[in-house]
């Protein structure tokens, strides 16, 4: 499939209200919320795709809260990706780290799940009939009231900055823009990070440590002082002061 107009089926996706799963059709890519029955924290989404069709679902969650994924298939060329709220990025790849995921969350919103064929399978047009088997658990960080800490106007944030920051692409001295959503008084919080070339990422802080992102790299954090580093990979680094996250 073209990746462009599954682009855009996942950002319409994105705005779905959360809707009952019914059996997917195969052949075509789909957008489809996953709602739990109530009182229940997991559901099962069964589907068939065949070729270079994806099927994409969603799952509303909370920062803090871990999601639960498993693919069952007989086709070992299938596999299920996640990616974070308004991005294509995977934070998971099934491909590589297998059919079962279980990913703490670092932001609010809806969370797409992409199932797919690996390309040799796609190309010989294969089929693949499969369940998915998707939970929630744990319990959310909710965010802190505009009441008790003021929201940047026109944002989501508790406050704003730019941060130094190094990103695939960008030439040295680079700047970030870093948005905090906070959690607590204690430094627990979603910090997002974006780079001027387009680069998103969020980290979810929990009394001060970096605990997790929406990266499939893992993450290395390291202080001096009041600063905090966080590193992915070897082309990607964010710096920020912890007074961001405390509002200090």
């Given at each position: ?16 209200p ?21 009182g ?55 491909s ?20 797919y ?23 959310a960080?909710?965010?802190?009231p ?41 430094g ?8 001027a070339?387009?680069?998103a ?5 929990v ?34 002061p912890?007074a ?5």
């Open positions: 499939m073209n990746r462009s107009i599954l682009a855009a089926v996942l950002l319409a996706v994105a705005q779905l959360l809707a009952a799963v019914a059996a997917a059709e195969p052949g075509a890519t789909r957008g489809q919320a996953v709602q739990f029955a109530k229940k924290s997991s559901a099962q989404v069964r589907g068939s795709i065949q070729g270079d069709a994806d099927a994409a679902y969603t799952v509303n969650a909370r920062a803090g809260q871990t999601l639960a994924v498993a693919l069952k298939s007989k086709n070992a060329s299938l596999n299920v990706n996640i990616n974070p709220p308004g991005s294509m990025e995977s934070m998971f790849i099934g590589t780290q297998g059919t079962k995921a279980s990913v703490r969350l670092p932001a609010d919103g809806n969370y797409t799940l992409l199932v064929l690996m390309r040799n399978a796609s190309r010989r047009n294969e089929s693949a009939a499969y369940t998915l088997d998707v939970g929630v658990t744990g319990q960080l909710a965010a802190l505009a009441a008790k800490d003021a929201l940047v106007a026109g944002t989501h944030f508790h406050a704003a900055a730019e941060v130094p920051c190094q990103t695939p692409g960008a030439e040295a001295g680079a700047r970030c823009q870093a948005g905090v959503v906070r959690r607590g008084r204690d627990t919080a979603t910090v997002e990070f974006r780079s070339s387009g680069t990422r969020s980290v979810l802080f009394k001060g440590q970096a605990v997790v992102s929406d990266s499939a790299q893992p993450m290395t954090s390291s202080r001096q002082g009041d600063q905090i580093s966080l590193r992915f990979g070897s082309d990607e680094r964010y710096d920020l912890e961001l996250l405390t509002g200090g």
